[in-house]
């Protein structure tokens, strides 16, 4: 045979060969036929076994997809085929979670989800009548399948629900073979799950709805409505009638700035009598607000001395500095004696003068030589007065004698607090 002949033949057994492999290119038209057996096998298929065997089908045919040509990049018109695929792939994954189950799980995540409603959320008294009878309803349609008490608060309602989660996760609820018993659980979870929904929480309800739901405004009458708004009207009477705890409920839901300013000045007039609104004023001090460091002053309660004398620590705010100084001369805690000393040397002649007058008030023998200093050194008249206004109130034998030392002073004020300290 001839060289020619070899080639020919060599030439024809190759084409046999390659007519024997299949022909593995992803087409857009192989994938649809594909997608279609899928969407007929999702149809038919009865347990999660066979809806197993579809979900490994599509995920097959999503590997596939990237194997199809991509559109011409020159073309702004050109099609890309995997879209329409894809959008076909994400369907049917929507239906095939659609149909698998119901789980015992399902169930179980439905029923913990109702404890923390329970345990967390803030019920008004009818809301909790309406969530107690929810579980007492929940709890008799699953009667067959665990018994519980819904008992007499939030709390042991929710315990009677896990009690419930615990005996059907210990039951191992087959979703082919449990389908019925599953959904008839899950039914009533979800019924319980609505009727929580709908349940009253105070945060249902408008801020003058809570109010009056927990009798702030009972106490105003014909007679007594004089103030707008009615709210400060109310907690003035409130604060009068010592019921604090009703009048700081209601700083709390009200919060506006504009309501603030009314509620502060009803502490501050209160004095060591709003001692019950300590915390709250202290949480607000520490945002640096005047309002409520001045109310602090008031109540005269020590705790609050060391947040405040961070706030004198520097020369910041002079504003502030101030307000918080007489705060603390009020507080009247040996504790403040140092730090209040060190502001006679603030750069401001104000801060340096309610600091000496502040020294005064605390009325503690360690200030009497820095204030002493202060009225030979210090530049400002007004602030050398206050130095010797607060050795009077110190009052001890060696403070007036230092501040009788001026009863010749240039200055009229320093000159009228040396004679008082000298009659004294």
């Known amino acids: 045979m001839s060289n020619g002949d070899d080639e020919t033949a060599d030439s024809e057994a190759a084409d046999e ?12 038209e192989g994938l649809q036929e594909r997608l279609d057996e899928a969407k007929q ?3 038919a298929a009865e347990t999660e076994a066979a809806l197993d065997g579809v979900e490994e089908r ?17 073309d702004d018109e050109a099609e890309d085929p995997a879209e329409e695929i894809e959008s076909r792939l994400s369907d049917l994954r929507d ?8 789980y015992a799980e399902d169930v179980v995540g439905i ?29 008799a349609e699953v009667a067959d399948y665990a018994e519980a008490e819904a008992g007499d608060s939030p709390a042991d309602a929710a315990d009677a629900l896990g ?19 599953i959904a008839e659980l899950l039914a009533a979870a979800e019924g319980l799950e609505e009727d929580l929904e709908a349940a009253e929480v105070w945060g249902d309800l408008t801020v003058q709805e809570q109010l009056d739901a927990k009798g702030f405004y009972d106490i105003l009458t014909n007679e007594n409505r004089k103030d707008f708004p009615p709210e400060w009207n109310a907690a003035k009477l409130h604060a009068r009638e010592g019921n604090l705890e009703l009048v700081l409920y209601a700083f709390d839901k009200l919060g506006s700035d504009f309501m603030e300013e009314y509620f502060l000045d009803i502490f501050y007039h209160l004095g060591s009598d ?53 705060s603390l001369g009020a507080i009247g805690s040996e504790t403040s004696v140092q730090p209040v000393a060190n502001r006679l040397a603030a750069e401001s002649d104000e801060v340096r ?39 009077r109130q110190i009052g001890t034998e060696e403070a007036l004698e230092e501040a009788a030392k001026y009863t010749d002073d240039r200055a009229y004020l320093v000159q009228s607090e040396a004679e008082k300290a000298a009659g004294a």
């Open 111 to 139: 029923l913990e989800d109702a404890q923390t409603a329970l345990t967390d959320s803030e019920w008004t008294d009818d809301g909790e009548e309406d969530a107690l009878a929810a579980v007492e309803s929940f709890l």
């Open 17 to 28: 060969e390659t007519s024997d492999v299949p022909d593995t290119t992803v087409t857009v």
């Open 58 to 74: 599509l995920d097959s045919i999503e590997s596939d997809v990237e194997g199809l040509p991509e559109p011409d990049e020159d």
């Open 95 to 102: 239906d095939l979670e659609a149909q698998r189950g119901p």
């Open 274 to 326: 709003a001692e019950p609104a300590f915390e709250k004023m202290h949480e607000l001090a520490q945002k640096r607000n005047k309002g409520p460091i001045e109310v602090l002053g008031k109540i005269g309660d020590d705790r609050a001395c060391e947040t405040l004398h961070e706030f004198i620590e520097d020369d910041g705010d002079p504003a502030l500095q101030k307000v918080t100084l007489r």
């Open 163 to 181: 009690t419930v989660a615990d005996v059907i996760e210990a039951e191992s609820l087959d979703p082919d073979a449990d389908e019925d018993s």
């Open 41 to 43: 096998e999702l149809e």
């Open 353 to 391: 003068s309610v600091a000496a007058r502040a020294l005064g008030l605390l009325g503690d023998t360690r200030a009497v030589e820095p204030l002493a200093d202060v009225l030979e050194g210090d530049d400002s008249d007004e602030v050398r007065a206050s130095a010797a206004w607060a050795l």
